[in-house]
């Protein structure tokens, strides 16, 4: 097979230096043999991978191979499902995300999420920023102000929205509401950003803000994203995960994965012979 | 294609007579009554409660029974029942218990409401016979005289009733909370909330306007219900109002007359109207002015369902 096919990888990102040595940055995430069942529909199978602090993975594959249930897994959101069942360690900064006295609650504050459909709370677009530390029980209202403003700079919404911060979000667009969204999660003060297909239903203007806000991010935040868009994932990604049919495949270098895939079927994959 | 033209149009004409005939006798209904009405829609209507005079009846004690009635009802069987939806909705696993309580709701809102002026009969106006002939608890130092059984009071009503649109109650807040996206339920526990402060700052708030909605239709049904009031022993000929309350004034300012009031016996509205008509011909105006009243209340109780709605649709829209 002809190599040129997979040897153009596009730059990265502003913030993503994707050859950094992250050999020094302590493992963040560490999932160990983990299976995952729907009822008795087993969807992940003995996956094993680690994540460094503040570094981008990006998890491509097929539709339906598990990137979402495994993202889900990390938060523990699929306990919200009923009938799954889940086998294997999955540690979060050394901590067994899945023993009977971790509170899940902390754990959800401490691990953000991004869904691909914008979720904003029908409220101001204030409230919806100081939903999480106001549940967390923080009242005080010149520090709420504070930190609702730092994190939609964060987000890179600020001045589309300093000037209506009381009206309803639901009137933003497609775009903003999704930066809204990461704002939102930024200020419950998350160690780690699970990002869904983030700016899978954005045109290309608000896709690429989405990216570049993912660069600002990665210097303080572990993110994981989960994305169909090669280019994407070459992009915005430290490394690279590909799954498929409920197997981790490969995970290595996003330049390499890129450009030269120890996998067969990774290279398939990424060439668009099937998927 | 002449034959489908032929067809399509006849078939409209057809719709147009079914909803104008229903107008039709829905507008001579009203105007009759009306029109009987007239000479008796007058301030002192409001002003005076049962007589056999026909010019000397009046809607008063009926008014404040219902009052009574609608008020206790309401605060009976709200909390109770949007407390139930939210556990079926929000917290109940779908175990087969659950399942069949959710198909036999609906059933219970289908079941005619003299089989509940039964129930009530039973249970709160004689409860099963347990004190004989009956016993009072006095509360709060003397304040608050409890009779059990409750007898034929307000109290008694008012639970019966309760039962009575408790399943509608229920159903209407399942669907007010099912009308709420997942979206919101799954973004707000990824953001650290307890299922308790999703359901409290998230799903209630979104689904407030449906579920008093639901709650106003409900207790307007409440409001008209005839059958099961006089099961549970409602009074035709009441002059009385609940703890002698005849004003807003005494109702604010008599903590003790508000305790008494659940205890005493009562009329309601439609009971008195009931009463009327069958008290023969001198009393038709009467029965009508009353069957005004009523209606005025109703459409009211409706046209505040219909506001809620309306501006909770321009407001929120996912
Ligand atoms: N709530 C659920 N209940 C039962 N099965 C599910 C559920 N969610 C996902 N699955 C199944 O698990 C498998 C993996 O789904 P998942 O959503 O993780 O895939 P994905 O890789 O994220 O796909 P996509 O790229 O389309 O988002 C699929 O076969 C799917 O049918
Ligand atoms: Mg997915």
């Known amino acids: ?275 | 294609m002449r034959r489908r033209l032929l067809l399509s149009s006849s078939f409209r004409l057809i719709c147009r007579v079914a909803v104008y005939s229903a107008i039709l006798v829905l507008v001579t209904l009203l105007s009759v009554v009306l029109w009987l009405a007239m000479e008796r829609l007058t301030l002192q209507f409001f002003q005076r409660g049962f007589s056999l005079i026909p010019d000397r009846a009046g809607i008063k004690a009926g008014i404040w029974g219902s009052f009574w009635l609608i008020s206790l009802t309401a605060i009976f069987s709200l909390p109770v029942g949007i407390g139930a939806a939210v556990y079926l909705e929000e917290y109940a696993s779908d175990t087969r218990l659950t399942r069949l309580i959710k198909v036999n709701l609906s059933n219970l809102a289908g079941v005619p409401s003299i089989v509940y002026g039964m129930l009530g009969l039973t249970v709160f106006v004689r409860m099963f016979g347990m004190f004989g002939r009956g016993i009072q608890l006095n509360l709060l130092s003397g304040w608050l005289v409890v009779p059990l059984p409750f007898g034929k009071s307000v109290i008694a009503g008012a639970l019966t009733m309760s039962l009575l649109i408790l399943p509608v109650v229920i159903i209407t807040t399942q669907e007010a909370l099912r009308a709420v996206p997942g979206t919101i339920r799954t973004a707000s526990l990824a953001l650290g909330a307890t299922r308790w402060q999703t359901i409290w700052s998230q799903i209630l708030p979104a689904s407030l306007p449906g579920i008093t909605t639901g709650a106003i239709l409900a207790i307007s049904r409440a409001i008209g219900e005839t059958a099961p009031l006089i099961m549970v022993g409602a009074v035709t000929y009441c002059r009385i109002c609940p703890g002698g309350i005849e004003s807003v004034q005494t109702l604010l300012t008599d903590p003790q007359r508000v305790l008494a009031a659940p205890f005493d016996k009562y009329t309601a509205m439609p009971i008195s109207i009931y009463g009327w008509i069958t008290s023969g011909p001198p009393f038709m105006s009467v029965a009508a002015a009353g069957i005004v009243v009523l209606l005025f209340v109703l459409t009211c109780f409706n046209g505040i369902a219909v506001y809620i709605r309306q501006r909770a649709r321009n407001k929120l829209k996912w």
């Not at chain 1, 709420?144 to 700079?153: G, N, T």
């Not at chain 1, 911060?165 to 160690?191: E, N």
Request: one cysteine or more; proline letters at 4%; charged letters at 25%.
């Open chain 1, 1 to 275: 097979m002809s190599s040129e096919s997979i040897s153009n990888v596009p730059p990265s990102v502003k913030g993503v230096d994707r050859d950094k040595d992250m050999s020094s940055h302590p493992i963040n995430v560490e999932s160990k043999g983990v299976n995952f069942w729907y009822g008795d529909n087993q969807v992940l199978f003995d996956v094993s991978l680690q994540v460094p602090e503040r570094s981008v993975t990006a998890f491509i594959g097929p539709s339906g191979c598990g990137k979402s249930t495994f993202l889900r897994c990390l938060n523990r959101m699929n306990d919200l499902i009923e009938g799954t069942r889940i086998t294997g360690e999955l540690q979060i900064e050394g901590q067994d995300i899945n023993a009977k006295d971790v509170d899940v609650v902390l754990l959800r504050k401490h691990v953000g999420m991004v869904f691909q459909k914008s979720t904003p709370f029908p409220k101001s677009i204030f409230d919806n920023v100081a939903y999480g530390p106001r549940i967390a029980g923080q009242r005080n209202r010149a520090y709420l102000a504070d930190l609702v403003e730092s994190c939609l700079r964060q987000a890179a919404l600020w001045d589309e929205v300093k000037d209506r911060l009381q009206d309803s979000a639901m009137a933003l667009s497609g775009g903003q509401q999704q930066r809204l969204c990461i704002a939102r999660t930024l200020a419950t003060k998350p160690k780690i950003i699970l990002m869904d297909e983030p700016a899978s239903a954005l045109d290309p203007a608000s896709t690429s803000r989405i990216e570049d806000l993912i660069g600002e991010l990665c210097n303080e935040y572990t993110i994981i994203i989960v994305t169909h868009n090669m280019q994407q994932a070459s992009r915005v990604s430290h490394q690279t995960a590909f799954f498929f049919e409920g197997k981790l495949i490969e995970l290595a270098r996003t330049t390499q994965i890129f450009t030269n895939p120890k996998q067969k079927q990774t290279e398939d994959y990424i060439t668009g012979r099937f998927g």
